[in-house]
């Protein structure tokens, strides 16, 4: 039990941290930091292999993604005078740190979390503890996969293709002719 | 206070010791072995033959002033090699290097020889290598300085794309294996073929071993991919802004990553401690001498081969190494089914 | 010992969170990064369920969830960069062209 909490409080204290403090890298790590609790909690749910690829996946592909990103795009910090110059010279208005919309998001937050807070936690009716038996084996995980969800999988990896080849597309720049004097801009 | 309670912490506690030693040694063999294939003579002046070399490094790098540069991010500067340190450190929990025992008696039931005795370990260990990413992409960001980014990216990139063939190399033992487990995949290795070839996996997977070695060896930035630390063109990559113990939790990182790499070699495609003359309760030795071999196979292919370049280590891991590995899971995969092994 | 109720009022205040980072946020990759908040909560609730079930659908569906997660995080921070290179910036501000 104490390590449920632990490993809760982490999560919701580094998921708010992503989502309070201002320097986008800082919100990176501290969104690994949540996947780490998050992958202690599949542990103390007995689905170790969960875990493990909460940790390969999410912490050690995707968000080194993010952080090669936001690395590399070096933008402005959120809501600094740099950044409202650069949406200015966009849209040409006298651009203002504007406050209304943060209220109203966070007002719609607060209701939202209290109602779903009261509606998964009333059912006390439901399986509260866990007295089924837990399977946990890689085996069985592998045997259920490849037969019932064999479609599911290879559907999966023409997705993950699909996305491999839109990302190279989206991200590339587009090619001009190139003449022998021209010299590289440095634009990413 | 159980013995068992007793004996865990004190092996925890013996395997950190023994990291930390096995650096030191790193360091001493390193300059050594290297020296004697370059024909010269190596640290000879401090303690009888040189070997008291690593603890003089050891106090001048403690000595040395802490600097850090005024525009670097204060908190991610401290905080990368830490996280290589531990990444490295924390891949070994879960390696085992002995057989199970009773500590001659002590105990009531026999424990193997290892941390945290996982069913998931191969995972583990590829999870923990992937977290050690972190540690350099930091380090080059946080440093502010043009040399350190770049050796920074370009380090990173290498090792994402070797982990690659690193985890369908391992992938391609467990299917021999029939199990996540290290502990498993070494018993699994005893024994001999016509009385004297012992079943190493080695022997079953040629192609496998080499590409985990290679694949190791990119994973750990030695040379002959260490264009990111490369002197001549980065001056020192990812590293360049450290100074004092931080460089120096770099360093260790990067000799404990070595003696992680090796040990789980060995005890996929090795054997761990099975070994002949030697009762299995002595199987550490054999586990030792294993690891020392592949250490030694490190440093020499450091002074023995040249650098490649970024390009070329680039196309040489994705367009060489991964379809070999691929190549060897589906073989293997093809013969499992067919001879139902 | 945790009950599955713990579990599922934690996935539902990290989802919540999640959701206010896309509501309050003005950065285009936090905005990602909250989506991915969200994503890991309801993946929590899965496995909890397929704990309190006995059965393995649980981590079966997460694994699922993980890949889609994966794929949709390298198409929209290609997005991003293509967005990135147009303006100049990453505030959802510049971006408004459409605005009538």
Known sequence: ?188 | MTPLLIAQVGLTLFVFVMLLNSAAIMVYVERKVAALMQQRFGPYLVGPSGLLQPLADIVKLIFKEELRPAASDKWLFTLAPIISATAAFAAFAVVPFGAETTFFGLLDEPMPLQVADVNVAVLVIFAIASMSVYGIVLAGWSSNSKYSLLGGLRSSAQMISYELSYGLALASVLLMANSLSLTDIVNRQEGTWLGFIPRYYAFVQPLGFLIFMTAGIAETNRAPFDFPEAEQELVAGYHTEYSSMRFALFFLAEYVNMVTVSAVATNLFLGGWHGPWLPVSLGWIWFLVKVGALLFFYVWMRWTLPRYRYDQLMAFGWKMLLPAAVINLLVTSAVVLAFGL | MPSLTDYLVLSAILFAIGTAGVFVRRNLITILLSIEIMLNAVNLSFVAFGRAFGTVDGQIIVFFVMTVAAAEAAVGLAIVIALFRHRESLNPEAFTTLRG
């Open chain 1, 1 to 188: 039990m104490v390590a449920f909490y632990c490993f809760a409080s982490i999560a919701v204290v580094a998921s708010l941290l992503v989502v309070a403090q201002r320097n986008p890298v800082y919100s990176v790590l501290l969104l690994i930091a949540s996947f780490g609790a998050l992958s202690g909690l599949y542990v103390l749910l007995e689905a170790p292999f969960a875990a493990v690829t909460q940790i390969i996946v999410y912490a050690g592909a995707i968000m080194v993604l993010f952080l090669f990103v936001v690395m590399l795009l070096n933008a402005p910090h959120e809501d600094t005078e740099e950044d409202l110059d650069r949406v200015r010279r966009v849209s040409g208005a006298a651009t203002r740190l504007q406050r209304g919309p943060l209220w109203f998001g966070a007002l719609l937050t607060a209701a939202f979390t209290v109602e779903l807070v009261w509606a998964l936690g009333r059912e006390a009716t439901l399986v509260s503890a866990f007295t089924r038996p837990a399977v946990s084996s890689v085996a069985a995980i592998g045997a259920v996969l490849f037969t019932e969800f064999a479609f599911a999988f290879e559907v999966t990896s023409v997705l993950i293709l699909v996305a491999i080849v839109g990302a190279v597309v989206l991200a590339r720049r587009e090619t001009r002719e190139r003449s022998p004097g021209v010299r590289p801009t440095g634009k990413v």
